[in-house]
């Protein structure tokens, strides 16, 4: 399993890149995707975050720089994605760290 890297004090894009409705094979273009990024106690952490989408089957949610991340802690997106026929549920396990200058 690969891990993310949330970066502390900047906003932090999440992209949602090729959703696919697999029986009709089409892109999907009316999804509602929502996150929320909870902490390693499953403690949910600021508000839920809706996706945009940009293009075909092309998505994006930004968590904002303002979260009370720490340093070097684990947290995870639960993201969930409904539309045309899907209903999923992922999970974006991340990492904390500091840009650097």
């Known amino acids: 399993m690969s891990t993310y890297c949330w970066y502390?004090?900047?906003?932090?894009?999440?992209w949602i890149r090729g959703l696919?409705?697999?029986v009709q094979n089409q892109t999907v273009t009316n999804a509602t995707i929502?996150?929320?990024v909870r902490d390693k106690n499953g403690t949910?952490?600021?508000?839920s975050?809706?996706?945009t989408h940009v293009a075909d089957g092309d998505y994006y949610g930004i968590?904002?720089?303002?979260l009370p991340f720490?340093?070097?802690e684990t947290y995870t997106m639960v993201i969930s994605i409904q539309g045309a026929g899907l209903q999923l549920e992922l999970n974006l396990v991340g990492r904390v760290a500091k840009r650097w200058a």
């Open 20 to 22: 696919t409705d697999p």
């Open 49 to 51: 975050i809706s996706f």
């Open 44 to 47: 949910n952490i600021g508000d």
């Open 34 to 36: 929502t996150g929320q």
């Open 70 to 72: 720490v340093n070097g």
């Open 8 to 14: 502390l004090n900047s906003d932090n894009v999440v």
């Open 63 to 66: 968590v904002p720089h303002d």
